[in-house]
Every structure is written in structure tokens, then in C-alpha cells.
């Protein structure tokens, strides 16, 4: 599982103090992003190959909400992978002060990989090569 911490800014929430529901999709794309960069991966190389690594259907559970100044934990987990895209199960959390976390948005997003014509290629080898041993389907 990657974890990325995050921090709840003024400029994401509404007049209430409460995070607006689409940003969280912000934050699960920066998790993702910075999961690739562990790995050795960047966008904007693929990006120069002709690859784009695009979200293809996104499926959400929002379960509690992020106030202002909350700390966050995004994660990203891979449930299955095939020759054109990757399933991830993507998580936000609220970090308390006891170390607990509690979950507040539970996600299944399916990602695609095109060319920038928009059309399927495979998944670029350096990706595959990462992902190792985890199930195909």
C-alpha cells in the first residue's frame, strides 16, 4: 500500500469548513501521481512516448468529511492489472492525534492507458516491469 499525507487547505472546502466532494478526487490523483514517482515513473516522460495514463470509470463511497486544517492520508492500492489499464483501490484518511485513522472515502478507479489520439496501447513495460508479480485479469 503507498500512503501520501495530506493537509486540508481553506481553498478546498466550502463556506462550512467541510471539503467539497469533488476535490477529493484531487487528492486521490495526487497519491497516484506520487506512487509512480516511487516507482521510478513519470508522467511526463510517458507523455513524450506517445502514453497517457487516463481515468476511466471512477466509483466512490464518500463515508465522513474533511474539515479545514484536517491531516489526510491518501493511499493507493492495486487490485488487478491487464494489458491496458490497472484497477486501484484508492483511500482517504483523517489522521488523528492518537495516531488513529479514520476512514473517510473509499474508491475503486480504473485506469486506462491511450495514445494521444485517444486510442488503447498497451501499458508502458517500465509499469509492468513495476507492478511485478500482481494479478492479471
Do not use: S
Not at 92 to 101: A, G, H, I
Amino acid at each position: 500500500m503507498f500512503e501520501w499525507p495530506l493537509r486540508v487547505y481553506i481553498e478546498d472546502t466550502d463556506a462550512g469548513g467541510i471539503v467539497y466532494y469533488a476535490n477529493y478526487l484531487r487528492y486521490l490523483e495526487r497519491a497516484r501521481t506520487e506512487w509512480l514517482r516511487t516507482l521510478g515513473l513519470a508522467q511526463e516522460k510517458f507523455r513524450q512516448d506517445d502514453i497517457l495514463i487516463v481515468v476511466r470509470d471512477v466509483q466512490l463511497r464518500y463515508r465522513a468529511p474533511a474539515k479545514l486544517d484536517d491531516e489526510l492520508i491518501a493511499t493507493v492500492v492495486i487490485e488487478k492489472h491487464r494489458r491496458t489499464g490497472l484497477t486501484l483501490q484508492q483511500q482517504v484518511w483523517r489522521c488523528e492525534e492518537t495516531c488513529n485513522r479514520t476512514l473517510l472515502l473509499d474508491g475503486h478507479i480504473e485506469l486506462a492507458c491511450i495514445n494521444t489520439a485517444g486510442r488503447p496501447r498497451a501499458l508502458p513495460a517500465e509499469l509492468i516491469q513495476a507492478l511485478g508479480n500482481l494479478p492479471a485479469f
